[in-house]
């Protein structure tokens, strides 16, 4: 059931980001009065063939568009007339250009439409993180109620020389105020960070290396670097054997193993100790854990008022699949938004993802992030989406997306926004357009371009 849950919100999300992506294309088209022949959410052919497979799920003409769901769910377009895209080849446009054709229009008019999309993907964002803030305001988790009791390392942070308990001062050498943002998001996409910590009454310098983000990434769990202090409260739900999926039927997956269920832990219970060890805390559970892959481990168990005992064996990744009740020890701050408070930080914040997205290509090509850890297809993006629908989740990772829609599509590779715009800031400058010809081919091979990273990024989920 998670599963359809991921997909549904991916499917959601995309289907809107999408239909106003194209809807800016369209209505700029519309303003100049160029002619738009269809308006498609999702591709009724085989993409990037556009005479193959030509069907739509649904489709209906009105005026001179025709508009329709297609069948194959990666993207949507709007065929504008005149122009040569992933619709149109260049031999159809052989012709005279006609008054109401894309060709014909002025270059600084075939700007604003090619730019269209990118620019509604920004206000979309711009909208959607302005109406959050102003509806939840701004909650964070200070640091000095981390410091409290100190950080709880994990593996990574271990790794790099922090320990549990340790007590963050500064970052980069200037103070920090928000865990998430300062002390955790600052270091991972900027380069030779450093922590001053306060370890037994001492400061110390704690360098951070360049590749941290990287290896974060590689399964995106930020508890494996720096997490807080929480209570331990018990078991909320034990994952349990479903019936296999289609994809692991027809491909003879191996079943897959729950050790917390098989050994006879149940929602509810409460976990007394492991091998003798009392637990308070979750980090000293998952600590047991990580030091005891692929071990049976002693648990008491307190289920009802009685105590008993049972005997999980710990997968080979350090886990038992199950979900823990957990209460933070630090009490979170508050700061509500005016209106005018609002714009102004949630427009920072939907610039802030496309300052994030440069930063972190600029990591993919300093070698700091392996392309496989930071590039993910619909399974990967399914997965920010979670498997509860939460609508103020679902917006959230919807407004993520469509900063970084906006920001993939102004990269200036010809089949994107980004590379139309520099064939036409070309053609303003030197006042003589590029042939169609060679249009065509820069389309063709930015199409393969992109079709190569969209099998790359499916390709790597499927590999996770």
């Known amino acids: 059931m998670s599963g359809w849950i991921m997909a549904g919100q991916l499917l959601l999300g995309l289907s809107i980001l999408v239909g106003l992506h194209e809807f800016g294309h369209f209505a700029f088209a519309k303003l100049f009065k160029i002619r738009v022949n269809k308006f498609y959410i999702f591709f009724d052919f085989l993409f990037p063939l556009p005479n193959v497979a030509n069907f739509a799920l649904w489709k209906k003409k009105i005026g001179e568009t025709e508009y329709g769901i297609g069948w194959f769910p990666l993207g949507g377009y709007v065929q504008i007339d005149g122009m040569i895209d992933e619709t149109q080849e260049s031999s159809k446009l052989s012709s005279e250009p006609q008054p109401w054709e894309f060709r014909a229009k002025p270059a600084w008019q ?46 990574l942070a271990k790794a790099i020389g922090l320990q549990t308990g340790d007590k963050i001062l500064k970052v980069n050498g200037q103070a920090v105020e928000d865990f998430r943002q300062d002390v955790v998001g600052r270091v991972l996409l900027e380069s030779n960070s450093n922590y001053t910590v306060e370890r037994n009454g001492q400061e110390l310098t704690v360098a951070v290396p360049n590749d941290l983000a990287g290896q974060l990434a590689k399964d995106n769990n930020p508890e494996r670097f720096l997490s807080t202090f929480t209570r331990f409260d018990g078991i909320a739900q034990v994952a349990k054997p479903e019936e296999p999926g289609l994809f692991a039927r027809f491909f003879g997956s191996k079943p897959k193993v729950y050790p917390a269920w098989e050994s006879g832990m149940r929602d509810n219970d409460k976990i007394v100790s492991i091998n003798g ?10 600590d047991i854990l990580a030091a005891n892959k692929g071990k049976v481990l002693d648990v008491v168990l307190d289920r009802n008022g009685k105590k008993l005992t049972v005997k999980p064996r710990v997968t080979p990744e350090g886990k038992l699949l199950l979900y823990a009740k957990r209460t933070p020890l630090q009490t979170p701050a508050h700061v509500d ?3 005018g408070q609002a714009l102004a930080a949630g427009t920072y914040d939907a610039f802030d993802v496309v300052v994030k997205n440069v930063k972190g290509f600029g990591k993919i090509f300093k070698g700091e992030v392996a392309a496989t850890d930071a590039i993910s297809g619909p399974v990967g993006i399914s997965k920010l989406y979670g498997e509860i629908w939460d609508w103020n989740h679902f917006w959230t990772v919807t407004g993520l997306l ?63």
């Open 402 to 464: 469509s900063m970084a829609l906006a920001f993939m599509n102004a990269l200036p590779i010809p089949a994107l926004d980004g590379g139309h715009v520099i064939f036409l800031l070309y053609e303003m400058i030197l006042r003589r357009a590029p042939s169609e010809k060679f249009l065509e081919r820069a389309q063709q091979i930015g199409t393969i371009l992109l079709l190569g990273l969209m099998v790359f990024a499916i390709g790597n989920d499927l590999f996770k």
């Open 110 to 155: 075939r700007l604003l439409v090619m730019l269209g999309g990118i620019i509604v993907n920004i206000i979309t964002g711009i909208v959607i993180f302005v109406s959050l803030s102003y509806q939840n305001g701004y909650n964070y988790i200070p640091v000095a109620e981390v410091n409290k009791n100190g950080i709880v390392a994990g593996e």
């Open 277 to 286: 060890t009392p637990i308070t805390y979750y980090h000293q559970f998952t």
């Open 337 to 339: 938004y005016s209106f």
